[in-house]
């Protein structure tokens, strides 16, 4: 059973206004859950003490919710609350929850806009998969930008093309045929017409990704596709420049960090579970020589945006990391 939370104003106490004002909540409440009557247990109403010539309930019941329980209370006098406003709470039976918040009450709930999550940091530090909860939670995009880089390595590899330049690879960022589509939650990268999710993740393809993605043409190519993306729909981006140059308006910014030590130790940990014969003083090695080069490329380094927020995940684990990042996000809406 999910909570479906919706609020609506209305501009003078009239029955003609508040039956109008609920049957537009409702409506766009079950359009946007994909609700039947047959989902919907109860629908609970609260309005302002400024409301007083009919009952929301008895709107509903109007509109043609006749089949659930249907409740309506006074909302206590406070001051500087949103006047004549109209709540409701649907409790149904339904696979997602997605809030409804129309007129003047649309400022109640500003994290509801069309909004950008960006998290930077390190290689290991957790973003990636910080990213994925939040968007889960939020019920947002997670775009998952590694994959847009991935798929530009498998082109230049599709095209025989060896030596990765400016001057070698500029061409192929011309013609290059790239979508993303989104089908039951998940992320499809499209690359000419072929659906290559499990092809970019094939070792030589990462390595090739690498050093691709350093190139100016390929970020600027990326980049490009990244903020389209984002002004189309709510998202998480996870990457090493999002709030610094990708989305430097994102809403909300985090840098997501730990030290080079605890990150091989994650690192090791991982290869060690899937089989691998790792060395732990070769890996951390390898991680403090990527933050470095990462740091110091000439064209969109790893940065932390000035207004970003500082996470450390050293001693914190995943859960704590995305509750603390949540309630950063409540704080400023």
Known sequence: MKAIRGATTIETDTADEIRNAI????SAIVKKNHLTEDNIICILFSNTSDIRSFYPAKAARE??????????????????ALKKCLRVLVLAES???????LRRA????????????????????GKSTVARL????????????GAMYRACALKAIRENIKNYTEDSIAPLMEKLDLQIKYADGTQHTILDGDDVSDAIRRPEVSMAASSISALRCVREKMVEMQRRIAQEQSCVLDGRDIGSYVLPNAAFKFFITA???VRAKRRYLELKSKGFDVDFDS??????LRDKNDSTRA?????????AILIDTSEKTIEEVVRVIEKKIQEKV
């Open 23 to 26: 049957q537009e909540l409702l």
């Open 63 to 80: 509109a043609g919710f006749s089949r659930c329980a249907l409740y309506s209370s006074l909302e206590p006098e406070m001051d500087g």
């Open 95 to 101: 696979e997602c929850a997605e809030h409804v918040y």
């Open 106 to 125: 649309a400022n109640l709930r500003k994290d509801l806009k069309r909004f950008a999550i960006a998290l930077d940091g390190p290689s290991g530090s």
């Open 134 to 145: 939040l968007a889960k939670s939020y019920n947002i995009l997670y775009l998952d930008t």
């Open 259 to 261: 030290t080079s030590e």
């Open 283 to 288: 890996l951390l090695a390898e991680i403090e």
């Open 299 to 307: 064209f969109s380094p790893l940065k932390m945006a000035e207004d």
